[in-house]
């Protein structure tokens, strides 16, 4: 079981702003070399990450061949004539000319490189520690090394060219000149290069592409802004990406500039060439498909490859990626960071600019305002179709049962024990709904596409009664969401996530909301998730109305859109009190402990109703510091209900699912096992009470260690266990009195039993609640209840 948990400490941040660039790159986890016959790429789902090869033109059945067995890499890419793979953390690179025998390590030691890329002869790679570029095998055609920030590193046939900060594209090699004057004119955000020619975006989303053109290879097809990316260039060839369907458009060759599909009907990640052939990676099931190019149509195979991954793993979570993460990424990624969603595909063209623009909001919490509901839309979703199933089981029972999922709980303050009874009476009459079992998404998609119209009927039925669904949920049609942000303005956008991106928004009637936009114009798969997420939030806020749960305002569905509003959170997110971006910003939460533990208080206590209280319990999922939110008050709610499940009755049970989440912030024992209760949940809150207390981030870097990140469960467990809450304690409060150290002592304590690795030795989310009232209690009140709170420290100490 340490095991396990030692996956959220062995992760290497170095790299990290670098790849969440939206680059195409020419770095990435799958390459060709053409020359030595050879296709690598980096598996998904193991560590050590793994690299494997085959032979182009081996037979189907041979089994492909691993590359240094022992150590984990990163990424791979491959000239002509070798390639190179880039060890996970960039302190190290090897280089092989095809069979497994000639591997050589290239590069040992630091700084740190990344974006590793092979041209013809040479390898170039970005020095992360000088933000320069570095050559290795130059044959005295290349600098070693020059000084800049570049990104988009490409490598050619005689050329390496990078993309300036400032939107120019810089080119080095014998070839520099002819390569980079073709972009003097333009302002650029990605480039690959071919063995002759070279192919990118600009920053209006247009194809540019220069150098040999003999074939046809540099022909630019016109298009819409984005309509082609991720390019893949070959020796007289050209692929690409065309949105929104994902899949491969190739011209060049001997056909000329003439555009063809060789697969029509394949959705596919990425591309990548060499010589004469292609490869892309299939988003289906993340297989390898390649074709030759100059035939264009035959010989269309699949590798033999294990499945690859759709992108290099990065150590951190969510809010690393500016365009969200692959929802799968945590169990690509083996637990050891996430894979960002590329910012091309995410960029749909606002079609019209709004005409004027609000005036931007000044101060710094309408500030953090903005950024809040980045979180609603931070995950994508597995399934959440059970609670699709329930719903659509619920409103066959209409109002009988209906009621029964809304119990109206008391407000927690008043820690009502009429209210709870009430709910559980409810529970026992309304049927068992929670032995709802797990659906594969493929299965249930034609449920949830009928079902989305049920819906909309069903809640405009049900809009009459008191207790309707109405009351919670309006439905808005198009029009309306586009005039309440200004026909999405960019200006009043909030947040983005795999699965949409949040505006502020301004109602008719005078609400300020946060509305949610499901991506638009989707490739088949996305749209497939974007529902599954869509439908899962909207059934499980609809029918949750809790004080400590951010609510609902409405939804809209119209042909493809799919829009959720939410109440506006005026103070933004837990994590952006704790871990402010600007250093000047003084939040009242950075300051008070009493704050500090009011909000945590809040939080337990809508994580207990959905485990106790709703009908069939609901798992969470995803609790992390940028899911509870603060409204203007200052009250804090949780948010994000795109990951969540609905619960096994019991205490004891639980649901197999694949691992979903966060790094950091997910329990080991769900990762290690695929199952899924609800102290998973507890494992989460705990991290978030380690972080509350210790104000470092869930996994940091700590700047007594040896420099590598580490997990605030590591830093603060040992030194909990060894009596030293004091040496922990986040230092920009100001020193804690007496009873507020007894305060801390008993969250802290606490914090630990919730991280303990094994699920059933971990308090119930209901113990917290307690344990959170009476630190609360010794704050507010200076209680000198010192027996009573060992005693709860006991009580938890003897849990079995
Ligand atoms: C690849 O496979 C072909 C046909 O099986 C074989 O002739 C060739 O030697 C192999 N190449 C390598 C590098 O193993
Ligand atoms: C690269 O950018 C960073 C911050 O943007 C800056 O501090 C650094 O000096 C730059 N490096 C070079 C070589 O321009
Ligand atoms: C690369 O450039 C060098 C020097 O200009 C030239 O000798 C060599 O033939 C070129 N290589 C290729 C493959 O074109
Ligand atoms: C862009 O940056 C490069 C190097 O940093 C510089 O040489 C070039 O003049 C800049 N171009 C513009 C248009 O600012
Ligand atoms: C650019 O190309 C020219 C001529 O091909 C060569 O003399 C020069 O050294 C190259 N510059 C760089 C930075 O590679
Ligand atoms: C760039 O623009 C200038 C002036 O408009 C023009 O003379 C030049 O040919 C252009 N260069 C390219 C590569 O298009
Ligand atoms: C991108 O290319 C298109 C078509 O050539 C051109 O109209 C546009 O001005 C370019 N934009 C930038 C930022 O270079
Ligand atoms: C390349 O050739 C095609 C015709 O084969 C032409 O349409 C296209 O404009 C050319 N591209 C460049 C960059 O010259
Ligand atoms: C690709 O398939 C779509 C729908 O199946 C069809 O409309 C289109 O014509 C096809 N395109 C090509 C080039 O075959
Ligand atoms: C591409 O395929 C053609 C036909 O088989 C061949 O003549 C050509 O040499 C190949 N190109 C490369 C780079 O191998
Ligand atoms: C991937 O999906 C394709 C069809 O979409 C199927 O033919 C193939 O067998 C699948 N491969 C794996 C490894 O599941
Ligand atoms: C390739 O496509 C052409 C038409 O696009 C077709 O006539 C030909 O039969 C196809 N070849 C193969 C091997 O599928």
Same mark, same amino acid.
């Given at each position: 079981m340490r095991f396990e948990l030692e996956f959220f400490t062995? &992760?290497?941040?170095?790299?990290?702003?670098?790849?969440?660039?939206?680059?195409?790159?020419?770095?990435?986890?799958?390459?060709?070399?053409?020359?030595t016959g050879t296709v690598c790429g980096i598996s998904a789902s193991s560590l050590p990450r793994a690299v494997y090869c085959t032979n182009i033109s081996g037979s189907v059945s041979t089994s492909p061949y691993q590359v240094l067995s022992t150590v984990s890499f990163d990424s791979v890419s491959a000239g002509d004539a070798y390639l190179c793979g880039l060890k996970t953390g960039g302190e190290a690179f090897f280089c092989w000319n095809g069979d497994s025998s000639s591997i050589k390590r290239v590069y040992n030691g630091s700084p740190a490189v990344a974006d590793l890329t092979v041209g013809e002869t040479q390898v170039s790679a970005v020095d992360l520690s000088g933000n320069g570029i570095r050559w290795w095998r130059t044959a005295n055609l290349f600098p070693p090394s020059v000084l800049g920030n570049y990104s988009s590193l490409t490598s050619g046939n005689n050329f390496t060219c990078a993309i300036n900060t400032n939107g120019t594209v810089s080119c080095w090699g014998p070839l520099n000149n002819t390569m980079q004057s073709r972009f003097s004119n333009y302002s650029m955000t990605t480039i690959v290069a071919g063995d002759s020619h070279i192919c990118g975006l600009n920053k209006s989303g247009f194809v540019i592409c220069g150098g040999s053109n003999s074939s046809g290879e540099s022909y630019a097809p016109a298009g819409?802004?984005?309509?082609?990316?991720?390019? +893949?260039?070959?020796?007289?060839?050209?692929?690409?990406?065309?949105?929104?369907?994902?899949?491969?458009?190739?011209?060049?060759?001997?056909?000329?500039?003439?555009?063809? !599909?060789? &697969?029509?009907?394949?959705?596919?990640?990425?591309?990548?060439?060499?010589?004469? &052939?292609?490869?892309?990676?299939?988003?289906?099931?993340?297989? $390898? =498909?390649?074709?030759?190019?100059?035939?264009?149509?035959? #010989?269309?195979?699949?590798?033999?490859?294990? @499945?690859?991954?759709?992108?290099?793993?990065?150590?951190?979570?969510?809010?690393?990626?500016?365009?969200?993460?692959?929802?799968?990424?945590?169990?690509?990624?083996a637990g050891t960071g996430v894979i960002c969603q590329r910012c091309d595909y995410q960029n749909p063209v606002i079609a019209s600019p709004p005409p004027a623009l609000a005036p931007a909001p000044s101060g710094s919490s309408v500030h953090i305002g903005w950024r809040v509901y980045a979180i609603i839309g931070t995950v994508g979703t597995f399934l959440g179709l059970c609670a699709v199933a329930y719903f659509v089981w619920l409103i066959c029972r209409r109002k009988k049962v209906h009621n #029964?999922?809304?119990?109206?709980?008391?407000?927690?303050?008043? #820690?009502?024990?009429?209210?709870?009874? *009430?709910?559980?009476?409810?529970?026992?009459?309304?049927?068992?709904?929670?032995?709802?079992?797990?659906?594969?998404?493929?299965?249930?998609?034609?449920?949830?596409?009928?079902?989305?119209?049920?819906?909309?009927?069903?809640?405009?039925?049900?809009g009459s009664g008191p207790s309707s669904f109405k009351d919670h949920a309006d439905e808005f049609s198009f029009q309306e969401l586009e005039k309440a942000t200004k026909f999405f303005s960019l200006e009043l956008k909030i947040g983005a996530g795999s699965f949409g991106i949040v505006y502020r928004g301004l109602l008719p009637d005078g609400r300020e909301v946060a509305i949610k936009r499901g991506e638009a114009n989707s490739r088949n798969k996305r749209f497939q998730e974007k529902? %599954?997420?869509?439908?899962?939030?909207?059934?499980? =806020?609809?029918?949750?109305?809790? @004080?400590?749960?951010?609510?609902?305002?409405?939804?809209?569905?119209e042909n493809d859109e799919?829009?959720?509003?939410?109440?506006?959170?005026?103070?933004?997110?837990?994590?952006?009190? &704790?871990?402010?971006?600007?250093?000047?910003?003084?939040?009242? $939460?950075?300051s008070s402990w009493k704050m500090r533990i009011k909000i945590l208080l809040d939080a337990s206590r809508g994580i207990e109703y959905l485990h106790n209280y709703a009908v069939p319990p609901i798992i969470h999922r995803d609790i992390k510091s940028s899911n509870i939110l603060l409204d203007a008050n200052w009250v804090a709610r949780v948010s994000d209900f795109g990951l969540s499940l609905t619960g096994p009755n019991t205490e004891e049970g639980h649901l197999e699912t694949k691992a979903a989440g966060t790094v950091g912030?997910?329990?080991?024992?769900?990762?290690?096992?695929?199952?899924? *209760?609800?102290?998973?949940?507890?494992?989460?809150?705990?991290?978030?009470?380690?972080?509350?207390?210790?104000?470092?981030?869930?996994?940091?870097?700590?700047?007594?260690?040896?420099?590598?990140?580490? #997990?605030?469960?590591?830093?603060?467990?040992?030194?909990? %266990?060894?009596g030293e809450v004091g040496s922990i304690v986040d230092s920009r409060v100001a020193p804690a009195a007496s009873q507020e150290v007894e305060a801390l002592e008993l969250i802290a304590? !606490?914090?630990?039993?919730?991280?303990?690795?094994?699920?059933?030795?971990?308090?119930?989310? +209901? %113990?917290?609640?307690?344990? =959170?009232?009476?630190?609360l209690a010794l704050i507010e009140d200076g209680l000198r209840s010192g027996s009573s709170t060992s005693a709860s420290i006991h009580s938890l100490e003897t849990r079995d």
């Amino acid at each position: 079981m340490r095991f396990e948990l030692e996956f959220f400490t062995v &992760l290497t941040v170095v790299a990290l702003l670098f790849f969440s660039s939206d680059a195409v790159g020419s770095t990435g986890t799958l390459a060709i070399s053409f020359g030595t016959g050879t296709v690598c790429g980096i598996s998904a789902s193991s560590l050590p990450r793994a690299v494997y090869c085959t032979n182009i033109s081996g037979s189907v059945s041979t089994s492909p061949y691993q590359v240094l067995s022992t150590v984990s890499f990163d990424s791979v890419s491959a000239g002509d004539a070798y390639l190179c793979g880039l060890k996970t953390g960039g302190e190290a690179f090897f280089c092989w000319n095809g069979d497994s025998s000639s591997i050589k390590r290239v590069y040992n030691g630091s700084p740190a490189v990344a974006d590793l890329t092979v041209g013809e002869t040479q390898v170039s790679a970005v020095d992360l520690s000088g933000n320069g570029i570095r050559w290795w095998r130059t044959a005295n055609l290349f600098p070693p090394s020059v000084l800049g920030n570049y990104s988009s590193l490409t490598s050619g046939n005689n050329f390496t060219c990078a993309i300036n900060t400032n939107g120019t594209v810089s080119c080095w090699g014998p070839l520099n000149n002819t390569m980079q004057s073709r972009f003097s004119n333009y302002s650029m955000t990605t480039i690959v290069a071919g063995d002759s020619h070279i192919c990118g975006l600009n920053k209006s989303g247009f194809v540019i592409c220069g150098g040999s053109n003999s074939s046809g290879e540099s022909y630019a097809p016109a298009g819409s802004p984005y309509e082609y990316t991720r390019f +893949a260039l070959g020796s007289r060839h050209t692929c690409a990406i065309k949105r929104p369907n994902g899949i491969a458009v190739c011209w060049g060759g001997p056909g000329g500039a003439q555009l063809y !599909m060789p &697969l029509n009907g394949t959705s596919f990640e990425f591309l990548v060439a060499g010589g004469n &052939l292609t490869c892309g990676l299939t988003t289906n099931n993340y297989t $390898v =498909l390649c074709w030759d190019s100059h035939f264009r149509n035959v #010989s269309v195979r699949t590798l033999p490859l294990p @499945k690859i991954l759709p992108g290099i793993c990065v150590a951190g979570g969510d809010d690393i990626c500016s365009c969200g993460t692959y929802p799968d990424s945590g169990s690509l990624c083996a637990g050891t960071g996430v894979i960002c969603q590329r910012c091309d595909y995410q960029n749909p063209v606002i079609a019209s600019p709004p005409p004027a623009l609000a005036p931007a909001p000044s101060g710094s919490s309408v500030h953090i305002g903005w950024r809040v509901y980045a979180i609603i839309g931070t995950v994508g979703t597995f399934l959440g179709l059970c609670a699709v199933a329930y719903f659509v089981w619920l409103i066959c029972r209409r109002k009988k049962v209906h009621n #029964s999922v809304m119990p109206t709980i008391a407000p927690p303050s008043a #820690s009502n024990n009429t209210g709870v009874a *009430t709910a559980i009476t409810h529970s026992s009459s309304g049927g068992n709904g929670g032995r709802i079992r797990f659906y594969s998404r493929s299965s249930s998609a034609p449920r949830s596409r009928i079902f989305s119209r049920q819906w909309s009927r069903a809640l405009q039925r049900q809009g009459s009664g008191p207790s309707s669904f109405k009351d919670h949920a309006d439905e808005f049609s198009f029009q309306e969401l586009e005039k309440a942000t200004k026909f999405f303005s960019l200006e009043l956008k909030i947040g983005a996530g795999s699965f949409g991106i949040v505006y502020r928004g301004l109602l008719p009637d005078g609400r300020e909301v946060a509305i949610k936009r499901g991506e638009a114009n989707s490739r088949n798969k996305r749209f497939q998730e974007k529902e %599954d997420a869509f439908q899962s939030e909207l059934a499980f =806020l609809s029918r949750l109305n809790h @004080k400590h749960l951010v609510s609902l305002t409405g939804f809209c569905v119209e042909n493809d859109e799919r829009l959720l509003v939410y109440e506006y959170m005026k103070n933004g997110a837990l994590h952006d009190h &704790l871990h402010p971006k600007n250093n000047d910003f003084e939040s009242p $939460v950075i300051s008070s402990w009493k704050m500090r533990i009011k909000i945590l208080l809040d939080a337990s206590r809508g994580i207990e109703y959905l485990h106790n209280y709703a009908v069939p319990p609901i798992i969470h999922r995803d609790i992390k510091s940028s899911n509870i939110l603060l409204d203007a008050n200052w009250v804090a709610r949780v948010s994000d209900f795109g990951l969540s499940l609905t619960g096994p009755n019991t205490e004891e049970g639980h649901l197999e699912t694949k691992a979903a989440g966060t790094v950091g912030y997910m329990d080991p024992e769900y990762y290690g096992t695929n199952q899924v *209760t609800v102290r998973s949940d507890v494992y989460g809150f705990g991290v978030v009470m380690l972080e509350v207390l210790t104000g470092k981030r869930a996994i940091f870097k700590y700047e007594g260690g040896d420099g590598e990140p580490v #997990s605030v469960v590591d830093y603060a467990v040992p030194r909990i %266990d060894a009596g030293e809450v004091g040496s922990i304690v986040d230092s920009r409060v100001a020193p804690a009195a007496s009873q507020e150290v007894e305060a801390l002592e008993l969250i802290a304590y !606490m914090a630990k039993h919730c991280v303990r690795l094994e699920g059933r030795e971990r308090p119930s989310i +209901a %113990d917290v609640v307690v344990h =959170l009232e009476t630190a609360l209690a010794l704050i507010e009140d200076g209680l000198r209840s010192g027996s009573s709170t060992s005693a709860s420290i006991h009580s938890l100490e003897t849990r079995d």
